[in-house]
């Protein structure tokens, strides 16, 4: 296939260009050392299973199925723990079956782990009672304790995150093939919590009507004999995480036997963010020749010339299930930002070296994305004592408004994207839990932005099942 062609660009090629939220290491041979540590080690993925997701993207593209991508904000190397990362998995498959179910459509699992340790900071530096320290960059780079001493870049952190990234997704393919999603253990199908008495009386009714019917359907398959659980539950979860450190990316970014390219084998799918998807810059640069399907962050500033741009030199070759458009405007900027740019992708002219498709012809306008909402982003709030949160009610209301616009403007919204942990945190505000604002110290865990909990993150997909499903009958 043509676009296989990646005209002057190597692994490291990004060198060449200014990298935004790039980390300042003080000692060279030690990141050399951490490098080469990393460049020996063997892949945590496999391009076969990155051309799977590519082809499921392709798939959620046309309106065939949906993506649901969730975790933790900054993912901790503590946390790299049995009951941890068997909660995370509980949630996402229960979301994902409350998606199914309403949407009657498949869903792309992805989650933000087994490699998301690297963080952008609006600020380089943090300030505590007149102490000045780096900023926390995430587990990949500096430890979050404010001492001068854990705030040091440590490149042999690179070398941490990534045995940790491997030990996190053994126990994650082990758990999936160890039956984990099997129907057989009823405490992952259980979604009873929506029995919670501060929900609208209304609502309740509507949602304990869904979890009935999704019960009895649960069931159904069940009787239908094992070769048909077989299929509903094979459970297949892809990784995803912030291409941010491009040290770490560009390391394990490799050639493959029989294949075309070269893929980033740390994750299925990396995305580059807001803060760094500079035309010019070395994130694009470096994204710009993976053979992986990409995330690309889009704000509410985003102009529908810049986008197009970026997907002209990120997808010359328009190649189905290669960029994934996740958007994060807010629900205050989402109705003005949002349509310019739907349209923009929409009517653009065909890609630059746009080629015809067997069964599809040359597009005669027009990119293939996939459009995914981030309801998390554009929606951060800091309290009267400077904790930082987000409302339950504007996320519901930003994925609300991002369905309407997709639907005015006769594009899709073909998936969501969330930091959620399954564990009991009150870092965001409302939700059938009730969280307030004086609850959020009870249990605030996260070391850069609030996640749902494990009600909120369930509440949330029943919410999207209700919106964009037509009811669940
Ligand atoms: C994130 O997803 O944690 C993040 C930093 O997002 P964005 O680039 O959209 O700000
Ligand atoms: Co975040």
Not at 33 to 55: I, M, N, Q, Y
Not at 165 to 182: K, P, Q, V
Not at 353 to 361: I, N, Q
Request: charged share 25%.
């Amino acid at each position: 296939m043509p676009w296989r062609v990646e005209p002057e660009w190597s692994p490291e090629s990004w060198k060449q260009r200014i990298a935004a939220q790039q980390v300042l290491y003080p000692d060279r041979l030690a990141v050399d050392t951490a490098v080469e540590k990393l460049r020996s080690l063997p892949p945590l993925v496999t391009s076969g299973e990155v051309e799977k997701l590519k082809s499921l993207i392709a798939d959620a593209q046309e309106g065939h199925r949906f993506l649901l991508q969730g975790g933790d904000c900054a993912e901790a190397l503590a946390d790299c723990r049995a009951d941890v990362i068997a909660s995370k998995l509980k949630i996402l498959l229960q979301m994902s079956l409350v998606l199914v179910h309403g949407l009657r459509k498949p869903v792309i699992r992805v989650g933000r782990f087994a490699g998301q340790y690297a963080k952008p900071r609006s600020s380089l530096t943090e300030t505590r009672d007149g102490l000045t320290l780096p900023s926390y960059f995430g587990d990949l780079v500096n430890r979050v304790d404010f001492e001068a001493e854990a705030r040091k870049p440590d490149p042999h952190l690179m070398v941490r995150g990534y045995q940790h990234a491997a030990m996190t997704l053994n126990f994650i393919r082990s758990l999936i093939d160890g039956g984990f999603a099997d129907l057989h253990h009823p405490e992952y199908w259980d979604l009873r919590f929506m029995e919670h008495a501060s929900l609208p009386e209304s609502l309740r009714a509507e949602y304990q009507t869904m979890t009935r019917q999704l019960s009895e359907a649960l069931r159904f398959m069940e009787l239908l004999g094992e070769k048909s659980v077989d299929d509903l539950t094979r459970v297949e979860f892809f990784t995803s995480h912030e291409g941010l450190n491009l040290l770490y990316e560009s390391a394990q970014t490799r050639r493959v036997p029989r294949r075309e390219g070269f893929y980033n084998l740390t994750t299925h799918l990396p995305w580059v963010g807001e803060r760094t998807r500079s035309l010019t810059g070395a994130h694009v640069e470096y994204f710009r020749g993976i053979r992986n399907p990409i995330g690309v962050k889009i704000g509410a500033k985003t102009t529908p010339a810049d986008l197009v741009a970026l997907l002209d030199v990120l997808n010359p070759w328009d190649e189905p299930g290669r960029i994934v458009l996740i958007h994060r405007m807010g629900a205050s900027g989402i109705a003005q930002a949002l349509p310019p740019l739907l349209r923009a992708v929409r009517d653009a002219a065909p890609a630059p070296s746009a080629v015809s498709e067997p069964g599809r012809g040359r597009p005669a306008q027009g990119r293939r994305v996939l459009w995914v909402c981030d309801p998390m982003h554009g929606n951060s709030l800091t309290t009267a004592d400077g904790i930082k949160t987000r409302d339950f009610s504007q996320m519901i209301e930003e994925i609300e408004q991002a369905f309407d616009l997709h639907r005015q403007a006769g594009t899709i919204l073909g998936g969501v994207h969330f930091e959620l942990t399954g564990e009991d945190v009150t870092e965001c505000i409302g939700g059938a839990g009730g969280i307030r604002e004086a609850d959020l110290t009870t249990n605030y865990a996260s070391p850069c932005d609030p996640r749902l909990n494990y009600h909120q993150a369930l509440e949330m997909a029943f919410v999207i099942a209700r919106k964009m499903g037509n009811g669940i009958a």
